[in-house]
């Protein structure tokens, strides 16, 4: 009898599809907290809720503003340079005093916004809020992750299929987009592995 071998038969998602919802690392209690965002295309209408310590915060909260007063002094000629690196609100007015002559005068400043994620982009954080991702595990050298548990599912199906054909022509599906380790066969069993333990982690820090 021929044994049927387990085809892919998953959805041909777009990766953005399981960008709705990351599963991260509460910052106050180290718990698993969620971010839902209205669309994964404005990223900065995300908001984090943690269950267990109730924290909760706007994405908005974490814009910044760099104050900047860059001109020539009208007493003496000479530059005047003033930089307020991080304010949380924007400056209207901002009084500076010339360092060469003492002139005080009172300028309107630049305000350029920015966001302060809790840590710079890399691997294995959330593209919001930078939280480290809370369904994440190492493989030989290289990090796993997944944005939260139906993105985890998807590739558990996918890693699980031994044949994989291409599913559309029009995009480029969020599965064919995974790394390379993750559709190496020789991986498979480690990391099917490792998603069973990341479907079992408990929503509590160790
Ligand atoms: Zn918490
Ligand atoms: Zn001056």
């Not at 000479?78 to 360092?99: F, G, H, N, T, Y």
């Not at 559709?183 to 408990?202: S, V, Y």
Request: charged share 25%; proline share 7%.
């Amino acid at each position: 009898m021929q044994e049927i071998e387990p085809r892919y038969s998953g959805p041909a998602t777009v990766r953005q599809s399981y960008m709705t919802e990351f599963t991260v690392e509460c910052p106050k209690c180290k718990h698993e907290a969620a971010i839902t965002v209205n669309s994964p295309w404005f990223l900065d209408s995300g908001k984090l809720t943690c269950s267990y310590c109730t924290h909760s915060e706007n994405a908005t909260d974490l814009i910044r503003y760099k104050i900047l007063v860059k001109r020539n002094c009208d007493n003496c000629g000479k530059l005047i340079q003033k930089i307020i690196p991080q304010s949380r609100e924007m400056m209207d007015s901002l009084a500076v005093s010339c360092p060469s002559c003492g002139k005080t005068r009172v300028y309107k400043p630049r305000n350029e916004a920015y966001t302060q994620p809790y840590n710079e982009p890399q691997e294995g954080l959330a593209p919001v809020f930078g939280l480290p991702l809370w369904l994440q595990g190492s493989i030989r050298d290289n990090l796993f992750w997944a944005y939260n548990r139906q993105h985890l599912h998807a590739i558990k199906e996918y890693v699980g299929a031994k044949l994989r054909e291409r599913q559309t022509t029009t995009h480029t599906t969020m599965v064919e987009r995974l790394p390379q380790f993750i559709k190496d066969a020789k991986n498979r069993d480690a990391i099917l592995k490792l998603i069973e333990k990341l479907e079992r982690k408990q929503p509590t820090a160790p």
